[in-house]
Every structure is written in C-alpha cells, then in structure tokens.
C-alpha cells in the first residue's frame, strides 16, 4: 500500500483544515487506516483512525469534538476533518494503514505516507 496525504497549509486558530490522503494497491477495507502527528521536538502520536470494519473511529482525546475522520473506500481516500484548530494542533500530519494494528494503534500500523505540514497560528 502507498500513501500519498495532501491538503496541509497554514491557518488562523479557529479555522479549518481538510487532509486527504490517496491510497493505491490494496483497498482500504483490508486495513486499519488512521492519522497521526508529530510537532517539533516531540514524539509522534495519535490522532484518530477507522478500523477495517468502518464502523469503528477512535479520536485521541485532544481532537475529540474538533476532528472528523471519513473513509471514502470507493476512491480509497482517507480524510481528516479538521476544525476550531488550535495552535497546539500544529504538526506534520502522516497517514497509515495497517493489518492488524493493537489496540491504541501504537504499533502494527505499518504502511505510512509523507507528512503534510499543518500550521496554526494564534
């Protein structure tokens, strides 16, 4: 599986940002598919993600209510809806998949895209 995420850029606190994130070989529903993020100096963590059977999303707490993961199996695209940013949400956003990822998606999540910066400013 390749990833490619898009849809980075700078934006005032307050305001919205769409990624996108375009796969190609196997389809999306083979896999847990999600969003992570690192800032600068700071370990990479976890943002949200769908598991295989698209009923189930996982947000970290710090997103919660603000982001908005949606899976598009038809174009094998993945989202990340995000919104009321914050400057704390400043960061390279990466896009994964995996087979079988644990449970809080800390590992098994092996197939990952280049980041796309996202910048909030305050």
């Known amino acids: 599986v390749q990833l490619q995420a898009s849809g980075g850029g700078l934006v005032q606190a307050g305001g919205s940002l769409r990624l996108s994130c375009a796969a190609s070989?196997?389809?999306?529903?083979?896999?847990?598919v999600g969003w992570f993020r690192q800032a600068p100096g700071k370990n990479r963590e976890f943002v949200a993600a769908?598991?295989?059977?698209?009923?189930?999303?996982v947000y970290a707490d710090s997103v919660k209510g603000r982001f908005t993961i949606i899976s598009n199996n038809a174009k094998n695209t993945l989202y990340l809806q995000m919104n009321s940013l914050k400057p704390e949400d400043t960061a390279v956003y990466y896009c994964?998949?995996?087979?079988?990822?644990?449970?809080?998606?800390?590992?098994?999540?092996?197939?990952w895209g280049k980041g796309t910066q996202v910048t909030v400013s305050s």
């Open positions: 994964a998949a995996g087979p079988s990822p644990n449970e809080d998606f800390s590992h098994g999540m092996d197939y």
């Open positions: 070989g196997r389809t999306f529903t083979a896999y847990a």
């Open positions: 769908i598991r295989w059977s698209g009923d189930s999303r």
